[in-house]
């Protein structure tokens, strides 16, 4: 397997705009998680889907900050508009079981966004 | 509440013995989890302890007391490639809640 797919890898737009990133799971897991990682406040769990149900998305931080599963095997997360705080490294990761469980979390390669 | 606590910095030897620790608050408790950050890098898998006591697995232990709320990471035999971010991770009811790593620099 591939491992978890996120593009785009990095991302520079201008205060205002709409961002969208895109994820691509590990076949074959159920759960999907959105993180975003700053150097203050480190990794901070966005929201987690099970089966394309998004379950827990207590940590998105404001009505900007939107995130889709379509299917098995595709995610979004959208910010619109953007803000020059929400420059941090976002990372997607996917799990065969629940996030508490004995299981690790395959993160992917993350998408580093500069808002100016 | 919750909170995950674990030094910045730290810096050691190649070839000696570090012990990262990390100190944990969160409900529902059921785990700890340490991952491993390279520079520009995703994080990976290292361990999980989920009942108290020490689990080794080749250069790298991990060991849990429950009781005091407390982890650590023992990386033994150091080499280069181990200077990276490690993070420590506590289960809180249904989600993973991450500390802020502590960055270990391996020198020479």
């Known amino acids: 397997d591939a491992g978890v797919i996120q593009s785009p890898r990095h991302e520079v737009t201008e205060m205002g705009q709409e961002v969208t990133l895109r994820c691509k799971p590990i076949s074959g897991h159920d759960y999907l998680f959105w993180y975003r990682q700053t150097m203050m406040r480190g990794l901070e769990l966005l929201i987690y889907?099970?089966?394309?149900?998004?379950?827990?998305d207590s940590g998105m931080p404001e009505d900007r900050f939107s995130a889709k599963m379509p299917n098995a095997s595709f995610s979004t997360l959208k910010i619109q508009p953007s803000e020059p705080r929400d420059s941090a490294v976002y990372f997607c990761?996917?799990?065969?079981?629940?996030?508490?469980?004995?299981?690790?979390?395959?993160f992917g390669p993350g998408t580093r966004l500069t808002v100016l | 509440g919750q909170n995950i606590d674990q030094p910045t910095e730290m810096t050691a030897t190649e070839g000696a013995i570090v012990q990262i620790n990390c100190t944990y608050q969160t409900s529902g408790f059921n785990g700890l989890f340490w991952y491993q950050q390279h520079a520009g890098e995703a994080p990976t898998f290292l361990s999980y302890n989920v009942l108290d006591g020490l689990e080794e697995k080749g250069r790298f232990s991990s060991f849990l007391s429950r009781s005091k709320g407390y982890s650590y990471l023992l990386l033994k035999e150091l080499q280069m490639k181990d200077s990276a971010s490690y993070l420590c991770?506590?289960?809180?009811?249904?989600?993973?809640?991450f500390g802020t790593g502590t960055r270990l620099q391996v020198f020479p």
């Open positions: 889907f099970n089966n394309n149900v998004p379950i827990d």
């Open positions: 990761a996917s799990s065969s079981r629940g996030p508490t469980m004995v299981n690790e979390q395959f």
């Open positions: 991770a506590a289960t809180n009811t249904d989600k993973l809640i």
